[in-house]
């Protein structure tokens, strides 16, 4: 069994799904991992990462319109905003999807479904430099 | 350590919650399991996996009537739609639940709760044929 | 490759999310783990395992307050109450959050961020002795 771990560094612009597919499978190339489990873990409470859709960006628009309708900034019941409009519903929103994602690593690839993307979703208004937690268990 | 992998195939007839506790489980005992992880990965975006309530059908009801009722088919604002009315609430769906489970294994088996059932959560309305990626750690 | 697991009991007065991140890491420190994966797992329907902000308790406030409006007991749709008014909501909260989290582990501690913490989130109105299943994969 092979261990392998690293941070990856993301700058968000703002809210929204980013993108961050091709930063994983270019670190695990630069490894050389064969086979096992890759796990990201988000050490943060105002964003979260998904997998989803990763062909019509229409999709990607609906789930970001989705979040703004269902957790609105600036609800008048929020109690937390020291941080601004986006402090309640950012943190909500991160409750709402996921803090970390464990996908199988196969023939030195990610197991990801053909339209499948791995999305950091960022839901505060500027901009953040995020971290992901990547490890992986390599079984060969 | 040993390492087992294999591909669910699991047929869906429309929506819904879709139990599959016991193929998870027949997998185990064929592989003699002894103790450690399964890890279970859905590589679709238009359905997803869930943990839940295995007694009363009525629990899963409510679940699939809160989902219909939350990100219902056809709203206005819907702009992904390609694949019909139940193309972007799929999506939504989907990114609310999860796509991967991570479960104990003890004793060669899962270790559910006593009311704990896996379930496929189908969002599309046509018959689908979905695969699970089921990977095993076995630490003995 | 090390393997440890326990139990951890975990005693809830009402609904709301419980800190139980001191639990998790004293778990740790008792094992003497150096570096790997930790997997949290609850083997229960009605409560849910959430990361969330672990500093300002107003922003734990609205995460619970967020859970009432959105999935609020006793709606008149619920076919499911034969628990109570608390019954039908519990699984929808928790089909909505997580029951398993998995968090890297350095250098003998979790890899949380700064402002992050581990909470139960109980969605039982009456006291509750929940389980939560903790399991270490040490690498070193």
Redesign the interface.
């Known amino acids: 069994?092979n261990?392998h771990?690293t941070t990856l560094e993301i700058s968000t612009h703002g809210k929204g799904l980013h993108d961050i597919t091709e930063s994983v499978r270019a670190q695990l190339r630069a490894w050389g991992v064969h086979?096992?489990?890759c796990?990201l873990?988000l050490?943060?409470?105002s964003a979260s990462l998904?997998?989803?859709?990763n062909w019509?960006p229409?999709?990607r628009?609906?789930?970001e319109?989705?979040m703004e309708?269902?957790?609105p900034e600036g609800a008048d019941?929020?109690?937390?905003d020291?941080e601004g409009r986006d402090?309640?519903t950012s943190?909500?929103r991160?409750?709402?999807?996921?803090?970390?994602?464990?996908?199988?690593v196969?023939n030195g690839e990610l197991?990801?479904?053909?339209?499948?993307g791995i999305y950091l979703f960022e839901q505060r208004a500027r901009p953040h430099r995020r971290k992901v937690?990547m490890?992986i268990?390599d079984?060969e």
Chains 1, 2, 3 share one sequence.
């Open positions: 069994m261990w771990k086979e096992g489990m796990f873990f050490p943060h409470t998904v997998l989803s859709e019509d229409s999709a628009a609906d789930l319109t989705f309708r269902l957790v019941w929020y109690t937390h020291l402090d309640a943190h909500i991160a409750m709402l999807t996921d803090t970390s994602l464990t996908v199988p196969d197991s990801l479904g053909s339209w499948q937690l490890r268990i079984v």
